[in-house]
């Protein structure tokens, strides 16, 4: 399968798929970004990409407004059913052309919902309703893959067993790396047998590329970390945490 695919990513978050692949860990990432940032109630909070909504539900457990956006019509539907509430509302949609200019105190990108094409500059229009939308002084935090951790740590197969009530769960991911991107391959298989095969890319952006893209975007990074357990950024950890303010 090893090519290069057009919106795969639609085809990606269908399904049982990415429930089982995707680590959600929502409240500690929330508790992360209290630490980390200056959150209050009240505060409207923009969550690009927001998948089906167990970040953008805490932060409504939080007190905060929060607007939720995703393309997968499966994962809206289950924001819209389970957590929607007077604080948190979800829109199915493209985040590249959501617009509520000047009106969010966070913005997050969270989860490596970035850079998914090979081209810069189709990867960098995410980043300008996520910069129009977040007011100017604004807080900003995006997680992604950690290119220095990815190059040291470089596995071409991980095979992972994961418990699913009295069953176990088997993923096989097949990665490579080509034109500057984490190319993968994915096979799930579930515990009555069914299987589901995937495919997966995102460009791997170094820190100072993160800095030179976000500023053209008038977003300055301040903090970085490898993970939310507030661990330093280096090859040993596996994410890029980036947390900022608009300028």
């Known amino acids: 399968m090893k090519q290069n695919k057009e919106q ?3 085809d990606f978050f269908k399904g049982d798929f990415s429930e089982v692949v995707l680590n959600q860990q929502a409240h500690e990432t929330l508790v992360f970004m209290q630490q980390v940032g200056e959150l209050a109630e009240s505060m409207n909070v923009y969550d690009q990409w927001c998948g089906k909504g167990y970040l953008a539900h805490e932060f409504d457990r939080a007190m905060m407004n929060v607007i939720g956006i995703d393309s997968s019509d499966d994962y809206i539907s289950y924001a819209k ?9 979800f829109l199915l949609g493209d985040a590249n052309e959501f617009f509520k200019e000047d009106y969010f105190d966070v913005c997050i990108n969270w989860n490596t919902s970035f850079a998914y094409h090979t081209d810069d500059k189709e990867n960098e229009r995410m980043l300008v309703p996520f910069s129009k939308n977040l007011k100017v002084g604004g807080q900003f935090f995006i997680c992604t893959m950690n290119p220095l951790f990815i190059k040291k740590h470089f596995q071409k197969f991980i095979v992972k067993q994961i ?4 069953s ?3 993923t096989i991911r097949e990665s490579w790396i080509e034109d500057e991107m984490m190319k993968s391959d994915w ?6 047998g069914r299987r589901e095969t995937k495919y997966g890319q995102t460009k791997l952006y170094s820190l100072e590329q993160f800095k030179e893209i976000l500023l053209r975007h008038n977003l300055v990074v301040e903090k970085v970390y490898g993970d939310i357990s507030m661990s330093p950024y280096d090859d040993d950890h596996p994410s890029l945490i980036m947390y900022g303010h608009k300028v």
Do not use: N, Q
């Open 187 to 192: 096979l799930i298989i579930y515990p009555d």
């Open 163 to 166: 418990p699913s009530k009295d």
């Open 8 to 10: 795969w990513w639609l």
């Open 168 to 170: 176990t769960i088997v």
């Open 81 to 89: 059913k389970e957590l929607e509430s007077k604080r948190a509302t």
